[in-house]
């Protein structure tokens, strides 16, 4: 057998495998995110996201892009945490236990979307499908997060897309 070929069915063995994907995290194999920037930066980028479940249920999902962003100093994990149960709707940021996002143009502007700032920086999560099988959930994600500077005189943004394919 080819090398491509072996390596597939090394992947659908590994996602066949509950026991193997609940205790990895959602990354290679396991998960496919990416996301886009715009407004005052552009750019694209490939990420990883982590999940974490709390005893009560809820799901942290934690997205950091796999390379620096083309035009950011610095970019924090986006983070959000749903509460169970995970469904197939549109979460505001009001609806999510915790949401936030944080960036740093390489000109030293800081741009956020925190619960502090809710009413100018939000991030939305749409859970586009789930799937439930032997106590996995498998499900795809948009991700959509308006960045504001601190300054309320400051009109200026940026505007995250992430989309996600994972499992939690």
């Not at 960036?103 to 939000?122: C, E, N, W």
Request: aromatic fraction near 4%.
């Amino acid at each position: 057998m080819s090398i491509k070929i072996l390596a597939a069915l090394a992947s659908l063995a590994v996602l066949a495998s509950p026991v193997a994907r609940a205790e990895d995290p959602a990354t290679g194999a396991d998960s496919n995110c990416s996301g886009d920037i715009s407004g005052a930066v552009a750019a694209s980028f490939n990420c990883t996201v982590k999940m974490k479940k709390a005893a009560d249920g809820t799901v942290t999902f934690t997205v950091t892009p796999n390379a620096p962003v083309k035009g950011l100093k610095s970019f924090a994990p986006a983070t959000f945490s749903i509460k169970p149960p995970v469904s197939v709707q549109t979460y505001t940021h009001r609806d999510l236990a915790k949401a936030e996002a944080q960036a740093v143009t390489s000109a030293g502007k800081k741009y956020h979307a925190t619960g502090q700032l809710a009413d100018r920086g939000d991030i939305e999560v749409e859970v586009v499908s789930v799937e439930h099988q032997r106590g996995i959930s498998i499900g795809m994600l948009r991700v959509h997060a308006h960045l504001v500077p601190a300054a309320a005189k400051d009109a200026s943004e940026i505007q995250l897309n992430v989309n996600i394919l994972t499992n939690w």
